[in-house]
């Protein structure tokens, strides 16, 4: 039998482009009511979330997902609600905006606190927990868990509402589905590390789980064959969506003289380099090297959507133009043959 996964990468904001692309799919072809697993990376883990959750509960998957687009469209401003950090990050924030657009990353302190975030999650799926998703259905949400035990220290982690467990600390069937979805989002220096706590387990601090998959198809197609929902890999078919590719580099000219690139330069803070440049680059060379080895054990039972934006949009930046570029990518990308490829997939699902 089949399994039919749904993979959405991290990307900050441009969740919104990974909304509209799964908006507009559906319309088409009705698939987000006929998938077998959802997996996520940050903004990806909340949309997985979002999506897990609403076809446990029965919601119409169609209002559902033009909700989540709707939100990364209206409620950015809340999402990235400013952290009262101190005077010198204000100073560094209010100096580097005369040159750049868009926020982010926080130097002295988390760019951003989560209650924005937190807001938006709960309105979504209240406080219901992982034990409350359908079993027959997969959720894959990846994290990085910053403290296993002394042994291991910190150690990459999929969230999952299957049982996969091989000791106490693995059931988290009790921890809150908002927590999943924030575990996942706190990027480092843009969100604060998140901890989760249920039913006094102390579970620790986690951060985005973009820092080792920011594409989480590995994950999920793992966690079904584990849980034996695949049968195995040659019964897989994948519906990979990206956050956009960016036409961005760091070039020879930009580097000069490489003994001099220290973290400022890395974050484009005294460099011609994007702001956030190594944030940037660690999220999409992961998301990219996800994509290559799930490509060549399942070749054409995976398609990949993520178009090709006309310029850089930061994690964090919300401005009119940056929707524009977004839809704009989008309308290429529905003229593509990928497109017509990921449409005929999900026709027969």
């Given at each position: 039998?089949?399994?039919?996964?749904?993979?959405?990468?991290?990307?900050?904001?441009?969740?919104?482009?990974?909304?509209?692309?799964?908006?507009?799919?559906?319309?088409?072809?009705?698939?987000?009511?006929?998938?077998?697993?959802?997996?996520?990376?940050?903004?990806?883990?909340?949309?997985?979330?979002?999506?897990?959750?609403?076809?446990?509960?029965?919601?119409?998957?169609?209002?559902?997902?033009?909700?989540?687009?709707?939100?990364?469209?209206?409620?950015?401003?809340?999402?990235?609600?400013?952290?009262?950090?101190?005077?010198?990050?204000?100073?560094?924030?209010?100096?580097?905006?005369?040159?750049?657009?868009?926020?982010?990353?926080?130097?002295?302190?988390?760019?951003?606190?989560?209650?924005?975030?937190?807001?938006?999650?709960?309105?979504?799926?209240?406080?219901?927990?992982?034990?409350?998703?359908?079993?027959?259905?997969?959720?894959?949400?990846?994290?990085?868990?910053?403290?296993?035990?002394?042994?291991?220290?910190?150690?990459?982690?999929t969230i999952t509402n299957?049982?996969?467990?091989?000791?106490?600390?693995l059931d988290m069937s009790?921890?809150?589905?908002?927590?999943?979805?924030?575990?996942?989002?706190?990027?480092?220096?843009?969100?604060?590390?998140?901890?989760?706590?249920?039913?006094?387990?102390?579970?620790?601090?986690?951060?985005?789980?973009?820092?080792?998959?920011?594409?989480?198809?590995?994950?999920?197609?793992?966690?079904?064959?584990?849980?034996?929902?695949?049968?195995?890999?040659?019964?897989?078919?994948?519906?990979?969506?990206?956050?956009?590719?960016?036409?961005?580099?760091?070039?020879?000219?930009?580097?000069?003289?490489?003994?001099?690139?220290?973290?400022?330069?890395?974050?484009?803070?005294?460099?011609?380099?994007?702001?956030?440049?190594?944030?940037?680059?660690?999220?999409?060379?992961?998301?990219?090297?996800?994509?290559?080895?799930?490509?060549?054990?399942?070749?054409?039972?995976?398609?990949?959507?993520?178009?090709?934006?006309?310029?850089?949009?930061?994690?964090?930046?919300?401005?009119?133009?940056?929707?524009?570029?977004?839809?704009?990518?989008?309308?290429?990308?529905?003229?593509?043959?990928?497109?017509?490829?990921?449409?005929?997939?999900?026709?027969?699902?």
């Amino acid at each position: 039998m089949t399994f039919r996964l749904v993979s959405c990468d991290g990307g900050g904001i441009r969740g919104y482009l990974t909304c509209s692309i799964l908006q507009q799919l559906h319309s088409e072809t009705h698939f987000l009511d006929k998938a077998d697993g959802f997996a996520g990376t940050s903004t990806g883990g909340l949309i997985a979330v979002a999506l897990a959750d609403g076809r446990s509960q029965g919601k119409d998957m169609t209002k559902l997902i033009a909700d989540l687009t709707a939100h990364y469209r209206d409620d950015a401003k809340r999402i990235f609600r400013e952290n009262e950090h101190g005077l010198f990050d204000k100073t560094y924030d209010a100096f580097i905006k005369r040159f750049r657009h868009g926020g982010g990353p926080g130097i002295t302190a988390a760019q951003y606190d989560a209650s924005g975030l937190t807001e938006i999650g709960r309105s979504l799926v209240s406080d219901r927990t992982l034990a409350s998703l359908s079993p027959d259905l997969v959720l894959a949400v990846t994290t990085v868990c910053l403290h296993r035990n002394k042994s291991v220290g910190w150690s990459p982690f999929t969230i999952t509402n299957q049982d996969m467990r091989h000791d106490h600390w693995l059931d988290m069937s009790t921890v809150s589905l908002l927590d999943v979805a924030l575990a996942s989002a706190a990027a480092p220096s843009y969100f604060p590390p998140h901890l989760i706590v249920a039913n006094d387990v102390d579970f620790g601090y986690f951060a985005d789980g973009g820092i080792f998959a920011n594409n989480p198809i590995m994950n999920g197609i793992n966690v079904a064959i584990a849980a034996k929902r695949a049968d195995r890999l040659s019964t897989v078919e994948t519906l990979s969506v990206g956050t956009g590719q960016h036409p961005a580099d760091i070039s020879e000219d930009m580097i000069k003289n490489p003994d001099d690139w220290g973290m400022l330069k890395w974050f484009g803070v005294t460099s011609n380099a994007p702001r956030g440049a190594l944030i940037e680059l660690m999220l999409t060379t992961s998301a990219e090297n996800q994509y290559w080895m799930a490509r060549l054990v399942l070749e054409d039972r995976l398609v990949r959507l993520n178009p090709l934006l006309p310029k850089m949009v930061g994690l964090a930046d919300y401005q009119p133009q940056s929707y524009a570029l977004m839809d704009e990518a989008l309308a290429r990308n529905k003229q593509s043959s990928d497109w017509a490829r990921a449409v005929a997939l999900l026709s027969n699902w």
